[in-house]
């Protein structure tokens, strides 16, 4: 994919820490906004039990394929022969958003869950 934004390039790597980003701060509205809020309307003081959160990361996984599919589909209709290195690297951004958020939900979940 094309990394250069600007003048400056994004090293290759360095993509994976939206994916880190994304997850701590789905941790911090989880545990600051929907966790209040749920305790209400469920009487749980997890807000929700364990297997429904898991449930939920996995749900935002299943979405990351998608969002995936969606993108790579993209990339062939805009450049067969390239592909995707004719497309911007920020076209990944979406994608590492929707798996830490699922991270947030999923590993957080089993962490509880492993208590």
Known sequence: MNREI???????ASISA?????????VIIYETM???MLRKATGNK?????LPRICIGI????ATM???ALV??????KDPIKGSQSMSVLWLVPQFVI??????????????YFL
Not at 6 to 12: A, E, G, N
Not at 106 to 112: A, I, K, N, S, Y
């Open 99 to 112: 798996v830490g958020f699922g991270d947030g939900f999923t590993l957080v979940g089993l962490q509880e």
């Open 18 to 26: 939206v994916a880190a980003v994304s997850m701590i701060i789905s």
């Open 46 to 50: 997890r807000g929700i039990n364990i």
């Open 66 to 68: 998608i969002v995936a």
């Open 59 to 62: 749900l935002f996984s299943i």
């Open 6 to 12: 600007s003048k400056f390039v994004i090293p290759s």
């Open 34 to 36: 929907l966790v209040p």
């Open 72 to 77: 790579e589909h993209h990339a062939a209709e």
